[in-house]
């Protein structure tokens, strides 16, 4: 099943004085393009969306079924206007969001605390039920050991983030061939890779790389266009990150013009 980003959303919002002046500009159409952003703003990191590079909005644009142009001119309205985003010129958020995810992770952590308090109780428990197990058979003793060992891998598989590592692509890689299935034989890769690296903001740093690459875009003799399965083969993954597709720059001027 697909990862549900979870977030609250109160059930009057309509009647919010910001929200109402930004109705009466762009109607409910604007009630809506507003939800889906916030909701495209759930799914990244730290609940902030990069405006700095020039393909920025397209991304969004297309989520909203409307052109970039009108989809940065309504970003902009609700930052400045409506006052609905805030932004510092290279992201921006919403800071209702940033509170509710707050107060969602200060629940997440006490939950999680709990639940490992509980985890090292029951840990002790079954220590000390396998001592007793192994006097009086240690066989008996080798089938629990062998039992925890699958329950921590079966543990640390659901851990693997297959729909975090799509969305990043997505997101980032607006200009390579888009995805719409995690297939098998993707999440053996996604699995793969992430047992060495255990770190989104490396497949993050991959895949905007990939992206403002012309060689892996199409501009090459063949105009070929990489994938997410070609990025995460391992020898690929590899040279993406250690610069190998980097756009050449070369010297005009005393100054480094890149060449596309």
């Given at each position: 099943m697909?990862?549900?980003?979870?977030f609250?959303?109160?059930?009057?919002?309509r009647?919010d004085?910001?929200i109402?002046?930004?109705?009466?500009v762009?109607g409910?159409?604007?009630?809506?393009?507003?939800?889906?952003?916030?909701?495209i703003?759930r799914?990244?990191?730290?609940?902030k969306?990069?405006?700095?590079?020039?393909?920025s909005?397209?991304?969004?644009a297309m989520?909203?079924?409307?052109d970039c142009?009108?989809?940065?001119?309504f970003?902009?309205?609700?930052?400045?206007?409506?006052?609905?985003?805030?932004?510092d010129g290279q992201?921006?958020?919403s800071?209702s969001l940033?509170?509710?995810?707050?107060?969602l992770a200060d629940?997440?952590?006490?939950l999680?605390?709990n639940?490992?308090k509980r985890w090292?109780k029951?840990a002790?428990?079954?220590?000390?039920?396998?001592?007793?197990m192994?006097?009086?058979c240690?066989s008996n003793?080798?089938?629990?050991k062998?039992?925890?060992?699958?329950?921590?891998k079966e543990?640390?598989e659901?851990?693997?983030?297959?729909?975090k590592?799509?969305d990043?692509?997505?997101?980032?890689?607006t200009?390579?061939p888009?995805?719409?299935?995690?297939?098998d034989k993707r999440?053996?890769?996604i699995k793969?890779?992430w047992?060495?690296?255990?770190?989104?903001?490396?497949?993050?740093?991959?895949?905007?790389?990939a992206n403002?690459?012309?060689f892996l875009?199409?501009?090459n003799d063949k105009n070929?266009t990489?994938?997410?399965?070609?990025?995460?083969?391992?020898n690929?993954?590899?040279k993406?990150?250690e610069?190998?597709?980097?756009?050449?720059?070369?010297?005009?001027?005393g100054?480094?013009?890149?060449?596309l």
């Amino acid at each position: 099943m697909k990862d549900a980003y979870y977030f609250s959303h109160d059930s009057n919002a309509r009647h919010d004085p910001k929200i109402l002046s930004m109705i009466s500009v762009y109607g409910m159409a604007g009630y809506g393009w507003y939800w889906v952003i916030i909701e495209i703003l759930r799914e990244q990191e730290d609940y902030k969306f990069s405006i700095i590079k020039e393909h920025s909005y397209n991304a969004i644009a297309m989520q909203l079924y409307i052109d970039c142009n009108a989809a940065k001119k309504f970003i902009d309205d609700c930052i400045n206007e409506f006052e609905l985003f805030v932004s510092d010129g290279q992201c921006f958020w919403s800071e209702s969001l940033l509170e509710r995810m707050q107060i969602l992770a200060d629940k997440r952590r006490k939950l999680s605390e709990n639940a490992a308090k509980r985890w090292k109780k029951q840990a002790q428990k079954d220590d000390s039920n396998a001592i007793a197990m192994q006097k009086q058979c240690k066989s008996n003793a080798s089938k629990v050991k062998e039992s925890k060992v699958n329950n921590i891998k079966e543990y640390k598989e659901k851990e693997i983030p297959y729909n975090k590592i799509k969305d990043l692509y997505l997101t980032n890689c607006t200009l390579l061939p888009e995805i719409k299935d995690l297939t098998d034989k993707r999440k053996i890769s996604i699995k793969a890779r992430w047992k060495k690296y255990y770190d989104l903001s490396i497949f993050e740093n991959l895949f905007k790389k990939a992206n403002s690459s012309a060689f892996l875009t199409g501009d090459n003799d063949k105009n070929w266009t990489a994938n997410f399965d070609w990025l995460l083969n391992e020898n690929n993954m590899i040279k993406v990150l250690e610069g190998n597709y980097d756009n050449k720059r070369k010297m005009i001027g005393g100054k480094k013009i890149e060449k596309l």
